[in-house]
């Protein structure tokens, strides 16, 4: 590397959730060129289109400056320059304010996908003002997955792509687009190229489908289904690991009862798979060993998702996958500061029976308030009133479902203060925006609390612009404002040396080692049973009623009964040029997908005489946005594939950045949720076209 810039290694980060190893090189304070690095445990050298332009969103000359404090009405767009004494101080009077006449409980603190260390010191900043109400996007976001798992074999079973598998089964997840948890494609694909297989779940010919042995083109909302056909057959035809089912499962009989019901035949009518391409794909999954399930997203994105992940989970276990090399893993985490110690849970013990959610009877362990059930209690004041919020990382007009709900709940609140790096939607609708520094100007650590059993190092690499600062620092003072000082730090970097403290480094001799990894450690339940109460793997729970589920998973009907007016079935993927809402305003890569696409069959799009290229209107129960189509000719003809997260920040304040005309959330609805997460239905939703 012999140009004129100094070059830092550090991970990408907050393009989605982060992992690629990147060398950075750096002219005069400013990100000249980044690449991949070709040692990166988990990247190999590779890098996105995401990851190239990550620089770009540092300097956009539109980017957020300045603390400000809302002049007319919300949503009006007119911001008056303040200090950031004055921000702070005003946050901090009416946080008080509020505790004072409704109590703590009454401020909820939320955050969005977890973007780095900041998610922590929020929910320690909640608990130490003595809020249980920490919002976040976890309904719709790995908690399904991670408390199933625990309820079901005692923890969050991973993909260990580090050892080979025979099989690697992509359910719902587009790894290679999305870069899910980070668990880069690179080394999934290098262990494709050694021969292990693939198996794909998905209503789209993904990457990954196209080099799979299985496509199974699954109906959008009915993995539920189709989970429970795989065990129907594997049961069935004693396709199962004999030993691991008779040692180290409990209710296996009485799973073997349930799944009768669900016979390939009568699955297939739900699932729109043949019975032969279902019946041969569960064998297929038995007779691999090991065979690992990447379980995505959509999984988690309608109401049946607790028995679909007791379904996969079900599946892991009695085909004997579960914490072995290959398989699907418990991970070990190095040794680092815990993270119940890190947030100070102990300050708050009531919480769990304090949070919004309590009341609707969630499962025990979410420790997260569904935003849906946060909006119900901001406009119905169920199960108690909801006054005011602090925001960070997050943009809910376009990421919670029934956005028009949202909005009618941001203008319900007496305060709401936004941190982010731009100027969006919801912060238009704040009293005060906080400008943030973001990746690359601050130092960071990337995955911790991910239970993927590594965390990485992500160090500043420049320094930020104007007035910004980095989350954990604003959350530091405002901690030190809000209440007592002695939970705080003199520098929010004492944050990083904290987490780090167990391992004896400093964040400094961290970042020169790059990462930190625990050790791979199987079938750690030999020696100590699995943490149920069973000490088994509880394929049927052996306390349901202390959860308030059902202790086995069963198919009840689609998330969306069919509506006849509403024939098309709706579903969504992360586009590979964005992450969620964020970043239409990166130019760089907006010319890579300018405008909202939704995609679908030429057949379909004949049949509602619309041209590829043109606008269309899209229409569910609830609303109708516009977005522009695209035709493939490998999507169902009854199934249209939407662009989601959709803003148009070039459209200016006053008409408050257009967010409600292609914004996929104008048309998920949160009056069914699902009872164990309050997972509100944002796939497999009946809809319609029509030509604008
Ligand atoms: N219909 C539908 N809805 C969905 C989904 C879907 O697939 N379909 N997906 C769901 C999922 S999985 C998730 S995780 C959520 C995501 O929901 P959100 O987290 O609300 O979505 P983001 O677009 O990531 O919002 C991030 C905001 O953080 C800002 N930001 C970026 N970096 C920083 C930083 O360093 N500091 C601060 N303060 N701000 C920063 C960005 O500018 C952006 O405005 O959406 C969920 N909603
Ligand atoms: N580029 C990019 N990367 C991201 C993000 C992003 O916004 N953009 N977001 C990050 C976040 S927070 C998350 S949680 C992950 C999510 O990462 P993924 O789990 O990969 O999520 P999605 O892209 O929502 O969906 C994955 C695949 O599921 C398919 N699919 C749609 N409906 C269904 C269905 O009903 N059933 C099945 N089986 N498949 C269906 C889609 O066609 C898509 O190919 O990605 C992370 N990475
Ligand atoms: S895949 Fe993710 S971590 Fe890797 S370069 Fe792209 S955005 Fe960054
Ligand atoms: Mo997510």
Same mark, same amino acid.
Request: net charge positive.
């Given at each position: 590397m012999t140009d004129n810039l100094s070059w830092v290694k550090t991970h990408c980060a907050r393009m989605d959730h982060g992992g690629c190893s990147v060398w950075v090189g750096v002219k005069d304070n400013r990100i000249v060129k980044i690449k991949g690095n070709p040692d990166g445990f988990l990247n190999q050298?590779?890098? *996105?289109? #995401? $990851?190239?332009?990550? %620089?770009? &969103? @540092?300097?956009?000359?539109? &980017? @957020? %400056?300045? +603390?400000? #404090? &809302? %002049?007319? #009405? =919300? /949503?009006?767009g007119q911001w008056e320059r303040i200090s950031w004494e004055e921000a702070l101080g005003r946050i901090t009077d009416n946080l008080n304010r509020v505790r004072d006449l409704y109590g703590a409980r009454a401020v909820a603190f939320c955050q969005g996908m977890p973007k780095g260390m900041e998610h922590f010191v929020l929910i =320690? !900043?909640?608990?130490?003002? /003595?809020?249980?109400?920490?919002?976040?996007?976890?309904?719709? *976001?790995?908690?399904? =997955?991670?408390?199933?798992?625990?309820?079901?074999? $005692?923890f969050y079973p991973v993909v260990d792509f580090h050892h080979p598998s025979q099989l690697v089964v992509a359910w719902g997840s587009n790894v290679t687009r999305t870069n899910e948890e980070g668990e880069i494609c690179s080394l999934l694909l290098q262990q494709v190229r050694n021969g292990t297989e693939l198996m794909v779940v998905d209503p789209r010919k993904t990457d990954l489908a196209r080099k799979a042995r299985y496509w199974l083109q699954i109906r959008p909302g009915s993995d539920n289904a189709l989970a429970l056909a795989f065990l129907n057959v594997i049961i069935e035809e004693g396709l199962y690991h004999k030993d691991f089912v008779d040692n180290w499962t409990y209710g296996f009989a009485d799973l073997a009862a349930r799944v009768q019901a669900y016979s390939p035949e009568r699955m297939s009518g739900v699932t729109w798979i043949s019975p032969e391409l279902i019946r041969e794909s569960a064998r297929f999954y038995a007779h691999a060993r090991p065979a690992a399930i990447q379980w995505g997203n959509p999984i988690e994105h309608n109401i049946n998702v607790f028995d679909t992940a007791r379904a996969l989970t079900a599946?892991?276990?009695? *085909? /004997?996958?579960?914490?072995?090399? $290959? /398989?699907?893993?418990?991970?070990?985490?190095p040794n680092i500061a815990r993270l119940g110690s890190f947030v100070r849970a102990d300050l708050i013990p009531g919480k769990p029976k304090e949070m919004i959610h309590a009341y609707h009877n969630t499962i025990p =362990? !979410?420790?997260?308030? +569904?935003?849906?059930?946060? %909006?119900?209690?901001?406009?119905?004041?169920?199960?108690?009133?909801? #006054?005011?919020?602090y925001m960070q990382c997050t943009n809910p007009l376009l990421t919670w479902a029934n956005s028009q709900e949202t909005q009618n709940t941001l203008e319900k609140l007496n305060f709401l203060a936004v941190s982010d790096i731009f100027m969006t939607p919801t912060a238009a609708f704040s009293d005060i925006v906080l400008p943030a520094a973001t990746q690359f100007e601050f130092n960071d650590i990337g995955h911790y609390g991910l239970g993927h059993g590594y965390i990485l190092a992500r160090p500043k690499v420049v320094e930020p612009p104007d007035e910004c600062w980095p989350d954990m620092k604003i959350l530091n003072e405002l901690g030190k404002s809000l209440t007592s000082g002695r939970y705080w730090f003199d520098d929010y970097e004492g944050f990083l040396e904290a987490v780090l403290e167990p391992s004896g480094l400093s964040y400094r001799e961290f970042v020169e080692q790059g990462y930190l990894k625990g050790e791979h450690r199987f079938e750690k339940y030999r020696s100590k049973g699995f943490k149920t109460p069973s000490g088994k793997v509880e394929l049927a729970l052996s306390k349901p009623e202390k959860l308030n589920v059902q202790a086995l998973p069963e198919f009840v009907g689609l998330p969306e009964a069919e509506d006849p007016e509403y024939p098309l079935v709706l579903t969504s993927a992360k586009s590979p040029h964005y992450l969620h809402s964020s970043y239409r305003w990166v130019d760089s890569l907006r010319r890579l997908n300018p405008v909202p696409l939704v995609e679908m069959h030429p057949d379909t799009a004949e049949a509602h005489g619309i041209s590829e290229g043109h606008e269309v209107l899209i229409e569910t129960r609830k609303g109708a946005i516009v977005q522009t189509a695209r035709f493939r000719k490998d999507l169902d003809p009854r199934v249209i594939c939407a662009a989601y997260g959709w803003w148009f920040p070039e459209s200016g304040a006053e008409t408050q950045y257009d967010w409600k005309r292609s914004n996929l959330n104008m048309l998920t609805s949160t009056r069914t949720l699902g009872r164990a997460f309050g997972t509100p239905n944002l796939k497999g939703i009946c809809c319609r076209l029509k030509k604008k």
């Open positions: 050298g590779y890098v *996105c289109p #995401k $990851g190239l332009a990550s %620089k770009d &969103r @540092l300097t956009d000359p539109r &980017r @957020l %400056k300045y +603390p400000l #404090k &809302r %002049k007319g #009405k =919300r /949503g009006e =320690r !900043l909640a608990n130490i003002f /003595g809020s249980p109400n920490l919002v976040a996007v976890q309904d719709v *976001c790995h908690a399904p =997955r991670e408390v199933s798992g625990i309820h079901t074999c $005692g599946l892991m276990a009695v *085909c /004997g996958n579960l914490d072995v090399p $290959g /398989g699907n893993i418990q991970a070990n985490e =362990r !979410l420790m997260t308030v +569904p935003p849906s059930f946060f %909006k119900r209690a901001v406009l119905n004041e169920t199960p108690y009133p909801m #006054k005011a919020a």
